[in-house]
């Protein structure tokens, strides 16, 4: 084309139905990433059985994974500094199939373990760098169509990983939820290395922060397995636990200091600078936690309360993607028309009053009822989800694009796993008081108790099972409607917080630097 945009190398930039191609390639390579966040919960209990281990040992397979990814992400900025964004992306691809194959292949739990470390080392520059490079592909004045792919794929895999990993579990067997990521892996390394090859820029060999990278991980691990572990150890009431928190803080504050005196630091906390970045992470941080909350509250609420199975619940959440998929282009084309922190005020506000309407929630509701809201949902999230990224990569500097991404994702996913700990535990302690309230209102005088208990054989056992099943699933309904209010409350102030952040004054530029 005579018109072509040319890249800074003097190379002809990608253009309609290749850049397209990239784009599509780099989004679904995120999509994976992901996927296996949620994929891998509902499999517990067939990895547990299949490697001769408890329950509470297979939550491992979820904890390294996670722990993992959010080191790595923090990471992203440097390695692509160091090495290229394209290299990068294309070895983690790489390195995230090999080690989904192994995962699959594991016959221990140890061995999973270690691979799923791996696996969530390669997913996390992977998160942060395909948003950078579809930011680099796409012409500035396309910008939020690059946004809203990325969102779309961020927004649906989360909702489709456990429908996935139920199906698969019902017809194959565990391991193919890691085999099924090794084609798909290879494919999009091979297409996005062939394509993007052009875009790399130059090097900046800063050195290695090694005291840095220690605090992080110390930090973030401590952290992560606090909030993993803490319901099942009764939280602060366990030694262990108080000691992580103790490790977390510490260490959090001396990586902070660290990072903020250091001339080459390993993750640029000085993006906190920007009014616009520091707001924007904040309504992120609520917003995409009780989105979180929601996510993890439903399948549990349909398999305890209503029956369902894992497949079915997770029918039910999936709901919530198909107006997701909708929005997401229809939010990127008006993100470059209106001011963006009206669409994230719309936007949480949706969510909001989408999630008090499900607050009403009754033991009788049938599948369509139960969907309904759910489906709505989906117009809210990417209401506000692409204009924020829109909003918080144009409130930095060009340079700081690679560190303001993957902060981003790292907040995204500190977000998820504080909101997946405070709704399970909140959710158990709530159905645990409804419960004793319920069974003073049934039973006020203790006349009912004494009659099943005088009632002769089986049949007082049977009266007192049927009783208390009967309390326990109102209990689980009311706990679950209080915390849908929470929620909903939540998203109502994530709206209103979006005034902190400043009018955009510009757009992100395609030449996104990847230096500090």
């Known amino acids: 084309m005579s018109n072509a945009r040319m890249l800074p190398n003097g190379q002809p930039a990608l253009e309609g139905g290749m850049m397209w191609l990239a784009a599509v390639m780099l989004a679904m390579a995120n999509f994976l990433a992901v996927l296996d966040m949620t994929i891998a919960n509902v499999t517990v209990p067939n990895i547990a059985g299949a490697l001769g281990v408890s329950s509470s040992q297979g939550t491992w397979v979820i904890t390294t994974y996670a722990v993992a990814e959010a080191i790595s992400v923090l990471l992203s900025g440097w390695l692509a500094a160091r090495f290229g964004a394209v290299r990068v992306f294309t070895l983690v691809v790489l390195v995230f199939g090999i080690f989904s194959l192994l995962c699959g292949l594991s016959t221990s739990l140890n061995m999973l373990l270690a691979m799923r470390l791996f696996q969530g080392m390669a997913g996390g520059p992977l998160l942060a760098l395909s948003l950078t490079l579809l930011m680099r592909i796409f012409p500035p004045n396309k910008h939020m169509q690059a946004m809203g792919l990325y969102a779309m794929t961020t927004l649906v895999a989360p909702v489709l990983g456990p429908v996935l990993g139920g199906w698969i579990c019902d017809h194959y067997s565990w391991p193919w939820v890691f085999f099924i990521n090794v084609p798909l892996a290879l494919l999009f390394s091979t297409v996005v290395w062939i394509l993007l090859r052009r875009y790399e820029e130059p090097l900046i060999k800063n050195p290695v922060d090694k005291v840095g990278f220690v605090l992080m991980v110390i930090w973030v691990g401590a952290l992560q397995i606090m909030l993993d572990e803490g319901k099942d150890l009764d939280w602060f009431g366990s030694e262990g636990i108080r000691i992580l928190a103790i490790v977390a803080v510490i260490g959090f504050f001396a990586f902070l200091i660290w990072e903020l005196t250091e001339e080459h630091p390993i993750v640029d906390v000085r993006v906190f600078r920007h009014r616009g970045f520091s707001s924007c992470m904040f309504v992120l941080c609520l917003a995409f936690g009780s989105f979180f909350g929601l996510n993890v509250l439903t399948p549990q609420w349909l398999q305890y309360n209503m029956s369902y199975t894992p497949v079915w619940a997770g029918l039910v959440a999936a709901t919530g993607g198909i107006l997701q998929i909708v929005f997401s282009p229809i939010t990127a084309n008006l993100s470059n028309r209106v001011d963006p922190r009206w669409l994230v005020f719309i936007g949480c506000f949706w969510l909001g009053g989408d999630t008090l309407w499900r ?91 004494a009659q099943i208990a005088a009632a002769p054989g089986m049949a007082g056992q049977t009266a007192r099972e049927m009783l208390n099943n009967m309390v326990t699933s109102q209990s689980l309904l009311l706990a679950t409607n209080d915390l849908m209010i929470v929620i909903a409350i939540i998203f109502f102030i994530a709206a209103f917080s979006i005034a902190l952040a400043p009018k955009p004054t510009r757009t992100v530029d395609a030449a996104s630097s990847m230096g500090h």
């Open 359 to 449: 607050s009403v929630a009754t033991s009788d509701m049938d599948f369509w009822r139960i969907c309904l809201p759910l489906f709505f949902m989906g117009v809210g999230m990417p209401m506000y989800y692409v204009p924020i990224m829109g909003l918080a990569m144009g409130s930095v500097e060009e340079r700081e694009t690679a560190s303001a991404s993957g902060l981003m994702n790292f907040v995204r996913t500190l977000a998820g796993a504080i909101a997946t700990s405070l709704v399970t535990t909140s959710w158990e302690d709530r159905s645990k008081i409804a419960h004793d309230q319920l069974a003073s209102i049934v039973d006020p005088t203790g006349q009912l108790a």
